[in-house]
């Protein structure tokens, strides 16, 4: 078999940024407590945890004191920040610059908002960590949106300042979009900038990967995409391989592989989340091609 790792699959740029400072940090601390999983993948939680990453809860925090905690790439509301200095806990920031830029446009969009009596729309999911840290920009008033049934939430009589989780489809996007524009129109009949502001906030280093992806899974005969089962990007993204390949299995990693997928002669890919290890495909990887001499038909 022709076993390929895709080459545009791995850790985001965030994430790899927040896992260096954890290693860097844990050099020199015994302990280092981290708020949430640094990452949503199981196998690389379990290998920090082994090297002294400590993963706590908000509850938790607001019990420590003089220690260090790290901030992961999701980012956090204001609120952590204060419990920190109350509590004379040092933070490790290893926030994405992607994300700190959107809380700072969410915050001044917020108070735009409130001078306006207008409202912030957030489509993206519900608790998840990056979404918690927008709405902390605006005192929990942002509506958080996903599906058509919380399109309700929204009084499309007052203007509307959408913005999008970073990790988001551009799809469904610029479809939520459509639908509150249409829905705003319906009660009022001028639409403009001061009715209506969407905002394509969407990281590209992930959307890209939709494009990228999709020719990958129609370039093999069969596709293994590693993700933890917690990624909300990891699922989206396995439905843009399954899509274009039905060939197409979702893995956490290689003791979820059954042989009878495959056949000699073919071509594997091989690719996985932003929040996937390159070490964990490379793990993959070494697995496949092992089966083909021991297991696989001809």
């Given at each position: 078999?022709?076993?390929?790792?895709?080459?545009?699959?791995?850790?985001?740029?965030?994430?790899?940024?927040?896992i260096k400072m954890a290693e860097d940090e844990m050099e020199q601390s015994e302990k280092l407590y981290c708020l949430g999983d640094i990452v949503h993948n199981d196998m690389e939680v379990n290998r920090l945890s082994a090297k002294g990453l400590v993963v706590i809860d908000r509850d938790q925090l607001s019990e420590l004191h003089d220690c260090k905690v790290l901030i992961r790439a999701h980012g956090e509301?204001?609120?952590?920040?204060?419990?920190a200095i109350e509590n004379n806990i040092e933070l490790i920031d290893a926030s994405c610059p992607v994300v700190l830029k959107l809380q700072h446009r969410v915050k001044s969009a917020f108070d735009?908002?409130?001078?306006e009596e207008g409202q912030i729309v957030i489509y993206g999911k519900?608790?998840?960590a990056e979404v918690i840290g927008l709405t902390g920009q605006t005192l929990e008033k942002a509506i958080v949106v996903m599906e058509d049934a919380d399109l309700e939430k929204i009084d499309y009589s007052r203007p509307v300042t959408l913005f999008s989780q970073t990790t988001k489809s551009t799809k469904g996007f610029y479809e939520i979009s459509q639908k509150i524009e249409e829905r705003i129109q319906s009660v009022k009949q001028e639409l403009s900038r001061e009715t209506f502001n969407a905002n394509d906030s969407i990281c590209r280093q992930v959307s890209n990967r939709e494009p990228q992806l999709h020719r990958f899974a129609q370039a093999n005969d069969v596709v293994l995409f590693v993700s933890g089962k917690k990624s909300s990007n990891g699922k989206a993204l396995y439905q843009v391989c399954l899509g274009q390949n039905k060939r197409s299995y979702f893995i956490e990693n290689?003791?979820?592989?059954?042989p009878d997928w495959f056949h000699k002669n073919e071509k594997v890919g091989i690719c996985g989340a932003t929040s996937t290890p390159m070490w964990l495909m490379e793990q993959v990887k070494s697995y496949v091609e092992s089966l083909e001499e021991s297991v696989l038909p001809a």
């Open positions: 078999m022709q076993v390929t790792i895709d080459k545009n699959s791995g850790y985001c740029f965030g994430v790899e940024f927040a509301p204001p609120e952590t920040y204060k419990i735009k908002m409130e001078r519900k608790g998840h290689e003791t979820e592989i059954d």
